[in-house]
């Protein structure tokens, strides 16, 4: 099981100081809230995308390429890469690119957004949203598995005889998880095509995430990719912890109820009480999630989100070591305690080219025997 971090990438006034920090200094603490992620020992970084204020990271691969460069270890996603207004093309290139620089350590969550202007600013109709993610996708999958594609459908200019390059690493292209909060259309297409599924699991209580992954799993067996428990899922989650839970609620309360999304609506108490949200202390962190797996089965990532609502970037730093040291070992070592043995482990690069070069070979092997059972019948018909 995986466990990492996600990030939105805002800009937002501290609350407590009323200082906002520059564009220049969120994309700075971003990265290093990446390598913080890998020197505590965390698994994956995962980013947003967004294109308005007061959202900084418009360009993904970008900063993951960049941070690629810092890190050995940590697997780089995207929290959302917007299917519906980006080019499928061009995200085959980017994330293949990526995917070379990283040496595989790179996957990608595609999701519709929540921003609704951003459809005109790509040409595109937002009431248009959940075809665009079929369509776009349908083809961004044959980009990265046909060398040579020839297309044509509705929301772009056709393609003949195109290749994308770079060719995906090692012939596997970066795994795919499809983030819905809501959509049971993305739950589905997720499951036609056996690809993961994450919930973010912040806005909405457990049993509206329970359904949406149940969807996904019946759906991932009914499309003959498995059983519904070794279907991909993944959740967020959002935390603030302290020693005492009691300092955790006094020092997190002024960003949660100036918080852009969800400030000024129901109180921090209310909140934590109807939705995955967290504040306390490191074994209140370690109780809750592992109440997850009550809700959704065993399942395969889990990230936090913790750098929002204007909280200064020493205080994040210092969640992640609490996280780091305190948590997901405890965490590992619960979620590990009856995993059964068939529920498949976390998306890794190397593990999905050994499993693509024994099929080759499990097909190459049935191709020899049909062939010489062919020869076979032929000399006994000859004889």
């Known amino acids: 099981m995986q466990f990492g971090i996600f990030s939105v990438g805002d800009v937002t006034t501290d609350p407590t100081n009323d200082r906002t920090p520059s564009e220049h200094e969120r994309i700075k603490a971003m990265v290093a809230i990446a390598l913080k992620a890998e020197e505590v020992g965390l698994d994956v970084f995962a980013t947003g995308e967004h294109h308005n204020p007061p959202f900084v990271p418009s360009s993904p691969t970008t900063m993951l390429g960049y941070i690629a460069a810092r890190t050995e270890k940590?697997?780089?996603?995207?929290?959302?890469?917007?299917i519906t207004t980006n080019d499928p093309v061009k995200i085959a290139e980017d994330y293949a690119m990526l995917q070379h620089v990283a040496d595989g350590r790179v996957d990608l969550m595609l999701g519709r957004g929540n921003t609704g202007p951003v459809y005109p600013w790509f040409g595109q109709d937002i009431r248009q949203g959940i075809?665009?993610?079929k369509e776009n996708y349908a083809l961004l999958r044959?980009?990265?598995?046909?060398?040579?594609?020839?297309?044509?459908?509705?929301?772009?200019?056709?393609?003949?005889?195109?290749?994308?390059?770079?060719?995906p690493l090692d012939g596997v292209p970066p795994f795919v998880w499809h983030g819905s909060i809501r959509s049971p259309e993305i739950a589905e297409q997720a499951a036609f095509y056996g690809d993961g599924f994450f919930h973010n699991n912040i806005f909405w209580p457990a049993e509206h995430t329970r359904r949406m992954v149940q969807l996904y799993r019946r759906r991932y067996a009914h499309h003959g990719h498995g059983r519904p428990e070794e279907a991909i899922v993944g959740l967020g989650g959002q935390v603030f912890m302290r020693k005492s839970s009691q300092d955790a609620v006094r020092e997190f309360r002024p960003y949660f109820d100036n918080a852009p999304v969800y400030g000024h609506g129901p109180s921090l108490e209310e909140f934590t009480e109807q939705t995955p949200l967290t504040v306390g202390s490191p074994q209140q962190v370690i109780e809750r999630t592992l109440s997850f797996r009550e809700t959704v089965g065993d399942y395969q990532r889990q990230l936090f989100l913790m750098d929002h609502a204007g909280l200064p970037l020493k205080t994040v730093l210092e969640q992640l070591d609490i996280l780091g040291e305190e948590v997901v070992p405890v965490l590992r070592k619960e979620f590990a305690n009856g995993r059964p043995a068939d529920v498949p482990d976390a998306p890794a690069h190397a593990a999905r080219v050994a499993a693509a070069e024994s099929a080759e070979g499990a097909e190459s092997?049935?191709?020899?025997?049909?062939?010489?059972?062919?020869a076979s019948a032929e000399e006994e018909t000859a004889a």
């Open 74 to 82: 940590l697997v780089l996603s995207t929290a959302t890469t917007l």
């Open 365 to 374: 092997a049935e191709g020899a025997e049909s062939a010489e059972g062919a």
């Open 131 to 133: 075809n665009l993610a």
């Open 142 to 167: 044959r980009l990265w598995r046909e060398d040579v594609v020839d297309w044509e459908g509705k929301f772009r200019t056709p393609l003949q005889g195109f290749t994308s390059t770079p060719r």
